[in-house]
Structure formats: C-alpha cells, structure tokens
T-cell receptor, first 111, second 114 residues
Framework: RKEVEQDPGPFNVPEGATVAFNCTYS??????FFWYRQDCRKEPKLLMS???SGNEDGRFTAQLNRASQYISLLIRDSKLSDSATYLC????????????FGAGTRLFVKA | DGGITQSPKYLFRKEGQNVTLSCEQN?????MYWYRQDPGQGLRLIYY???????QKGDIAEGYSVSREKKESFPLTVTSAQKNPTAFYLC?????????????FGSGTRLTVV
C-alpha cells in the first residue's frame, strides 16, 4: 500500500460544479497535511493547510479525518482556472522528517 | 519579491556527462530540498539540507550530489552514475525542515538525456 494515495482522475466537471477529492494516508502518526496545486508543466504551489477542525478559504474547503486516515478537498462553484493537478502532501514527522507527496488528482473544468 | 530561482529551465545531457542544476533562494529559509518528478508519480526526495555545510540523502540519492556552501544556494549535480536522469527537477525551501509551514518551489528544470 502506498503511503499516500490519491485517485489520479481525471475529474471532468462543468463550470459551477462542486467537486471533491480524497487522499488516504497509511501512517497514523502523520502530523501535518496540505493540499498543493500544480498547473501543467509548472511547479507545485501551496493551496492550503489542512486542520483537524476543517478549514475554508473562499471556494475551497479542506478537512482531515484522523480516524479514517484521509484528507479531503472540496471545491465549490468550479472555475475554468481551477483546472490543474491537486497534490496531497503528508508530513509523517518520524525521526528527521518525512514528507510524502501524493501523485495528484487531475481536474478539468469545462465551459 | 522573495522566491526561488532555478536554472536552466531546460537542460539536455549526453550519455556519460555530469550536469549541474542551479537553485538560489532569497527567502532566508534554512531548509532546502531537491525533488524529482516523473509522470504519474509523486515528488521523490533526492537530497535535503537543514543548514549550511550539511545535507542529507533522501529516498533516491544515488547518482546525484549536492553542496550547501551558502544559505542561499543548493546546487544539484546529476552524475553519469544516474542511469535514468530524464525528469522534472524541483528545488524547494522551507522555513524549517519538514515543510510544516509549507514549501516554496522553484519553477523547475526539465532534464533530458540525448
């Protein structure tokens, strides 16, 4: 089992739709969680951190479920500009450090 | 504006050749990293450095070397021992090791073996 797993997609949704991605992680001792966005052939950029209480940033909502070991990202009112690959990132924090990047979920928003 | 600068953007390497990828940051971050990205895979850690003159191997260090002589600079050399070097290479930095405050990435170098 991979340490961090994401559905690779692609997710094809119309503008204005709500779309959700999940990401599962294997290490229950994982300490911090993030979503990054990566545009085609560009570098990843931090989208948002994920907190146990859940957090929201405009149209984006991130949640953490420690019991089931997954994090989620919800995008409301999708825009064409949301088309990208969304990377789940988990810091395992075991001796030294260990950050694991998921392979990403591709999203295409259509007009 | 603060950020990370990687150069070159594209690099072509002949078989048996060593090449060096440049990474410079002006964010005053202590920690710097090199990642490799292949299609359909997550980023994999090559090397990281927490302070000047110190660096640690990541998961796929074989065939690569680094130096950290200055806080701002963390160049990566891809040696001829790296048998499959064609990939997208990303340099990153963070305030502290481990990325708990998030990573800032450079724009990447695409390396192709010709």
């Amino acid at each position: 089992r991979k340490e961090v797993e994401q559905d690779p997609g692609p997710f094809n949704v119309p503008e204005g739709a709500t779309v959700a991605f999940n990401c599962t992680y294997s290490n229950s001792a994982s300490q911090s969680f993030f979503w990054y966005r990566q545009d085609c052939r560009k570098e990843p950029k931090l989208l948002m951190s994920v907190y146990s209480s859940g957090n929201e940033d405009g149209r984006f909502t991130a949640q953490l479920n420690r019991a089931s070991q997954y994090i989620s990202l919800l995008i409301r009112d999708s825009k064409l500009s949301d088309s990208a690959t969304y990377l789940c990132v988990v810091n395992m924090g075991t001796g030294g450090f260990k950050t694991i990047f998921g392979a990403g979920t591709r999203l295409f928003v259509k007009a | 504006d603060g950020g990370i600068t990687q150069s070159p953007k594209y690099l072509f390497r002949k078989e048996g050749q060593n090449v060096t990828l440049s990474c410079e940051q002006n964010l005053n971050h202590d920690a710097m990293y090199w990642y490799r990205q292949d299609p359909g895979q997550g980023l994999r850690l090559i090397y990281y450095s927490q302070i000047v003159n110190d660096f640690q191997k990541g998961d796929i260090a074989e065939g690569y070397s680094v130096s950290r002589e200055k806080k701002e600079s963390f160049p990566l050399t891809v040696t001829s021992a790296q048998k499959n070097p064609t990939a997208f290479y990303l340099c990153a930095s963070s305030r502290r090791t481990g990325g708990d405050y998030g990573y800032t990435f450079g724009s990447g170098t695409r390396l192709t073996v010709v």
